[in-house]
């Protein structure tokens, strides 16, 4: 299913149709503060702080289905197909090719007449998780994509105990939405957020609206109809959902992303907000971990008359160490 690269610097798997790696693949992306978990499927969950007391999306731990607790749709608004960029939760025809590297992972597909990229890092010095989507257009005429980001709050150790206490709110300067458990003992100032690149064409906070009665991941009711009823109310099965438009010329390409994350109170959540919307930002952050990575992994460096343990040595089980298991 997978391998190193010549270099070393990602394993990579490639997925044809219908096909799936034995259990998940999993890389843990975090800083000291903050990180996520994401699959070869795409799935996995976000934490802020604490990745047991403070989970900010779910983490099912199955290793068998590898439910998500987050999702990405994309829908052609000529055909209404919707499908997921990434191999859950909305699975295409067409193979994924998924990159795990150091602070990072890409998933690449190609499907329905669209290049799809996408890839998810963290902010080094910043609660800040970064999903960028770029998508080119490669047939003869114009298209309208839709794309979504949803995800379901936990905001504490799991949702059966804490999504009755979920107070959602919707940021009008940012167009950024809002979520908040004031009875999360450790964790109750703390505001965590979805927002995205662009102002969002619809958006919800409430799970049954999206999902549907009895409805599952890979067939959301809101992406079989048009739009989101705009509900942001307490007392509700929260989660929160954003949609953009995207419209793309022929041979035409556009990038956007979606920020999650968590601030220490409204406050600098909406800073981190603001300053994470700006494209340039972003692309620091991007860089950003290559070089601390770089700079962290490059202190040692062992050399052994076996290559494949000099591979695994001077890189991969020094990230693993300290992404997973100090900083995890």
Excluded at 5 to 13: H, L, P, T
Excluded at 31 to 57: C, D, I, M, P
Excluded at 235 to 243: E, M, S, T, V, Y
Aim: proline share 6%; net charge negative; with cysteine.
């Amino acid at each position: 299913w997978g391998g190193f690269s010549a270099d070393g610097k990602e394993y990579v798997i490639y997925l044809e149709a219908g096909q799936w790696t034995p259990t998940p693949w999993v890389n843990v992306i975090a800083n000291e503060q903050f990180g996520f978990l994401v699959s070869e499927s795409g799935a996995g969950y976000t934490w802020a702080e604490n990745s047991s007391e403070n989970r900010l999306t779910p983490w099912h731990n199955d290793p068998v289905a590898d439910a998500p607790g987050e999702a990405l749709y994309l829908r052609d608004e000529e055909t209404a197909q919707v499908w997921s960029p990434m191999p859950l939760p909305s699975r295409d025809a067409e193979p994924y090719l998924v990159r795990h590297g150091i602070g990072y992972s890409l998933f690449e597909h190609h499907s329905q007449g669209l290049k799809q990229r996408t890839q998810l890092f963290a902010v080094p010095d910043a609660p800040v998780k970064i999903i960028k989507l770029r998508l080119e257009n490669t047939w003869n005429r114009p298209r309208r994509v839709t794309v979504t980001y949803y995800v379901e709050w936990v905001l504490g150790i799991s949702r059966s105990t804490s999504q009755a206490y979920i107070v959602p709110e919707y940021d009008h300067n940012s167009g950024a939405l809002l979520a908040r458990n004031g009875y999360n003992t450790e964790f109750g100032e703390r505001v965590a957020f979805l927002a995205a690149s662009k102002v969002p064409h619809g958006l919800t906070t409430d799970r049954t609206e999206f999902l549907g009665y009895k409805g599952d991941l890979s067939r959301p009711a809101a992406l079989r109809r048009i739009g989101l009823a705009s509900t942001v109310e307490p007392g509700l099965d929260p989660c929160a959902a954003i949609q953009l438009h995207i419209d793309l010329p022929v041979g035409g390409s556009e990038e956007v992303f979606f920020l999650l994350g968590e601030g220490s109170n409204r406050e600098h959540a909406i800073q981190l907000i603001q300053d994470y919307q700006n494209p340039e930002q972003v692309e620091a952050a991007h860089q950003a971990v290559h070089m601390s990575w770089d700079r962290v992994l490059g202190t040692v460096h062992v050399q052994t008359p076996d290559p494949t343990m000099d591979m695994i040595l001077n890189r991969w089980l020094l990230y693993q160490t300290l992404s997973c298991r100090i900083w995890g």
